[in-house]
């Protein structure tokens, strides 16, 4: 299974800013990167009225939308836990993850001092690092908030195995 890492921190610190600056990293390194974004309410990928909108509102379990170089699925699942997500990666080398502060994964934090007072994750055994704009210390590596490939460094020697920082 590909290897998976949060990135976490509270809301409108950047963690959708930060992964989308790290994806091309990554992808310019050769790595495939799969996304699993945590929502707390229940969404639609498609729109009111649409044939694969109708066809899960009349029951179906699982609905693929595929065309030309891409598909999009809705599938009804039981869990919203990282573990039981990892089988829709199993292509993938690396799995990054918008959220789910909860689950014991390695973890990333966006602390933005402008947006919050103190970080999430202080006293975080599952912390590997934290990308902020203050000095604060977490005792785990700390990168400003454009140091994207100095994360990207942390994360390719996380999936490798090499997990001295």
Known sequence: M???ISVVGKSGSGKTTLIEKLIPELKRRGYRVGVAKHAFHQFDMDKKGKDSWRHKAAGADTVIVASSGS???VKNHDSESLDSLQIYFQDMDIIITEGYKRENKPKIEVF????????LCQNNHDLIALVTDTDIDLNVPRFGLEEIERVADLIE?????NRVF
């Open 2 to 4: 590909p290897q998976m």
């Open 71 to 73: 598909i999009g699925m």
């Open 112 to 119: 933005r001092s402008a947006a919050h007072k103190e970080p």
């Open 157 to 161: 020697n996380f999936v490798s195995g």
